[in-house]
């Protein structure tokens, strides 16, 4: 079956870089069509997209924050990295990872149960 | 950027009534060369991961209640709940995929 799990720091100072891994099994990031998408929740607040990886290496970013993002595979095959740069006390929130089946280009069927990370 | 403007942010519902959430999109999310609208809806409950429910605005996903339906096209589009159960308390969240992803503020249900 299809899982993700998140994985990285649970406390970052301001001004710091967050590294997070989504780490995956039951599907391949080399499958045709598949995408691996990283989004984020404030404590009590909204979703919010940040990122997308494709199968064949497409990179989406969110506008108001792509010149902080770099999604990218991880070391393993099954694996997809996000960083952040200049953490600040707002960017505190769960992270989510999830994926895109093939045949779609945007649903998100199957998620992470979150990571959360805290600046301050 | 496409926005997504939900609404209401909350409502309260008796059991057994349905719910209407309303998402409206800043663009036209009807996609020509798949024929489909590229919007979804997500149920979340409290310290809960998303739930996808409902994807190209009006498919059911594999294993979700016949109550949830979705309707819409275009820039214009619904939630409904029909016969509302306890369990289906929950923020409910439409998220476009025209380009590339964005979420709507989400909508708080609860029960009356």
């Known amino acids: 079956q299809v899982t993700l799990q998140e994985s990285g720091p649970v406390h970052l100072k301001p001004t710091q870089t967050l590294t997070l891994t989504c780490t995956f099994s039951?599907?391949?990031?080399?499958?045709?069509?598949?995408?691996v998408s990283w989004t984020r929740q404030p404590p009590g607040k909204a979703l919010e997209w940040l990122a997308r990886l494709d199968w064949d290496g497409d990179q989406s970013y969110s506008t108001s924050l792509k010149t902080r993002l770099n999604i990218s595979r991880g070391t393993s095959n099954n694996q997809v990295v996000l960083t952040m740069t200049d953490m600040d006390p707002v960017d505190t929130a769960t992270y989510f990872c999830a994926r895109t089946p093939p045949g779609d280009v945007g649903r998100l069927d199957y998620w992470g149960q979150g990571s959360l990370v805290t600046v301050s | 950027d496409i926005q997504l403007t939900q609404s209401p942010e909350s409502l309260a519902v008796s059991l057994g009534e349905r719910a209407t959430i309303h998402c409206k999109s800043s663009l036209n999310l009807f996609h020509s060369s798949s024929n489909k609208n590229q919007l979804a809806w997500y149920q979340q409950k409290p310290g809960r991961r998303p739930r996808l429910i409902i994807y190209w605005a009006s498919t059911r996903e594999s294993g979700v209640p016949d109550r949830f339906s979705g309707s819409g096209s275009g820039t214009d589009f619904t939630l409904t709940i029909t016969s509302l159960q306890p369990e289906d308390v929950a923020v409910y969240y439409c998220?476009?995929?025209?380009?590339?992803?964005?979420f709507g503020g989400g909508t708080r249900v609860e029960i009356k």
């Open positions: 039951g599907f391949s990031l080399s499958t045709n069509g598949v995408r």
């Open positions: 998220q476009q995929y025209y380009s590339p992803l964005t």
